[in-house]
């Protein structure tokens, strides 16, 4: 007995510049068949994005401090210790924007979590 069956589709997908040779064969052999997409998609800096732009006006140092932090496991006081012994209250203040965070402290931030001072400035 036979049965009957449906062929699955082929899905061919190249990407990057398509040699003309290459074009040439897909279209003898798939004919009408063949669908060519072209990439119209356009990259962008992400920083010029109104996205970026609304997240990082809504993004205060303090928050860069907790995530930083947390992503490194340490808890409030083990940053202070890090940072020369500040309390843990003052790591809290710092995270919550009720102290500023100086140049100075920014520094050791950077230094300790290895990214560019200015994530701790409000510049």
Do not use: C
């Not at 809504?58 to 006081?77: H, K, M, W």
């Not at 210790?81 to 100075?104: D, F, H, K, V, Y």
Request: glycine letters at 8%.
């Amino acid at each position: 007995m036979q049965a009957l069956v449906k062929t699955p589709h082929t899905d061919i997908r190249i990407q990057g510049e398509i040699p003309a040779r290459v074009l040439e064969a897909l279209k003898s052999e798939y004919g009408a068949n063949l669908r060519i997409y072209e990439d119209d998609e356009e990259y962008v800096n992400i920083t010029e994005t109104g996205w970026y732009k609304e997240i990082k006006a809504q993004t205060t140092p303090g928050d860069a401090i907790r995530v930083y932090r947390e992503n490194f496991g340490l808890t409030q006081a083990q940053l202070g210790e890090r940072l020369g012994g500040l309390p843990r209250q003052t790591i809290s203040g710092m995270e919550r924007g009720r102290r500023s965070i100086s140049l100075a402290t920014a520094r050791k931030l950077a230094v300790i979590f290895q990214v560019p001072a200015s994530r701790f400035l409000d510049i």
